[in-house]
């Protein structure tokens, strides 16, 4: 793996994190009806008591509620907490100078000077990776931010904001995918073992796969609404899975098979951000960091989901 920088250090000391794009999203994950503040607020004061420091957020997540949302929380709170937002790359931001402008609005929502970290919410249709990287150069430059990151950046994609930031002076971060025991094509298409190659934290977001690594969910209990229908293929395959999952978790002192899923992720060098919606989701996933599975269990984990592709 290539060393470190300095300034990117941080990222690689954080074993798990706390994703907000549930905060707010009444759309995909029906805010407002199942859970409301209370119970985010609950979510990430058990987050933050249990170590919890790194909260991903972006203005997309909630029309930039789940930013608002978090920066009341930090507010009243007397806990450092590192904090992720992205920029989404609409068709009509069609220059370098929309991203300095939307991080601005990001900070405004937050309450705060700059973040931790930025991200390019997803490579964009109008703007080449080159001049995303030269406006994230510039929010650096302003001390805006203090690192920078990408997300869903295939391995070109990601290589090409590498090399342009490169120019700056700048290393590029962090690359924000979607990496779960059952998505598992940043090991096949190389991206994975690139980001190691050059000390680019690999972020892992929907990491227990929407619910289904935490075992509640079967194919006569669906997970509601647009999951339901998003993952009915893939119930049928998992109950071999969750039952490696259950076994390996009476090893570890009866970890759940959330808790395993989450744990495998950082043998393989990832950082997830599980959402939590309440206190007993992020209480559960703070119990996933912490140990560590066995090489032979990874290897186990590695051979029943293999085939398993969505």
Same mark, same amino acid.
């Given at each position: 793996m290539a060393e470190v920088s300095n300034e990117t250090r941080f990222l690689h000391a954080i074993e798990l994190g706390l994703g907000a794009w549930q905060w707010g999203d009444r759309v995909f994950w029906a805010y407002g009806q199942q859970y409301t503040d209370k119970e985010i607020r609950e979510a990430f004061d058990i987050s933050l008591n249990l170590g919890i420091r790194f909260v991903d957020t972006a203005e997309i997540y909630g029309s930039?509620?789940?930013?608002?949302?978090?920066?009341?929380?930090?507010?009243?709170?007397?806990?450092?907490?590192?904090?992720?937002?992205?920029?989404f790359p609409w068709l009509w931001k069609i220059t370098k100078g929309f991203i300095p402008r939307a991080l601005k609005g990001s900070l405004d929502r937050l309450g705060v000077e700059s973040l931790d970290l930025y991200q390019i919410h997803w490579p964009s249709m109008t703007l080449s990776p080159e001049t995303m990287m030269e406006g994230m150069a510039e929010c650096v430059k302003r001390g805006m931010t203090r690192t920078v990151g990408v997300s869903n950046f295939d391995e070109k994609q990601m290589i090409r904001a590498y090399t342009t930031l490169a120019r700056h002076g700048i290393p590029l971060a962090s690359n924000q995918v979607h990496y779960s025991l059952l998505t598992r094509d940043v090991e096949r298409n190389g991206t994975l073992a690139r980001c190691k190659a050059l000390g680019i934290r690999l972020i892992a977001y929907s990491p227990l796969e929407k619910g289904l690594l935490t075992g509640k969910y079967s194919t006569a209990n669906p997970?509601?609404?647009l999951r339901g229908s998003q993952y009915a293929d893939l119930l049928k395959k998992i109950p071999p899975v969750l039952k490696l999952l259950q076994e390996i978790g009476q090893n570890h002192n009866g970890k759940t098979p959330a808790q395993v899923s989450l744990n495998? *992720?950082?043998?393989? @060098? #990832? *950082?997830?951000?599980? @959402? #939590?919606?309440?206190?007993?989701? #992020?209480?559960?996933?703070?119990?996933?960091?912490?140990?560590?599975?066995?090489?032979?269990?990874v290897a186990r984990l590695d051979t029943a989901t293999g085939n398993i592709h969505r």
């Open positions: 930039g509620y789940s930013e608002r949302l978090l920066g009341r929380f930090m507010k009243e709170i007397d806990q450092p907490v590192l904090v992720a937002g992205k920029f997970p509601p609404g495998w *992720l950082i043998c393989k @060098g #990832a *950082l997830p951000i599980p @959402g #939590a919606k309440n206190s007993r989701q #992020a209480e559960e996933n703070a119990g996933g960091a912490g140990w560590r599975l066995t090489d032979e269990e």
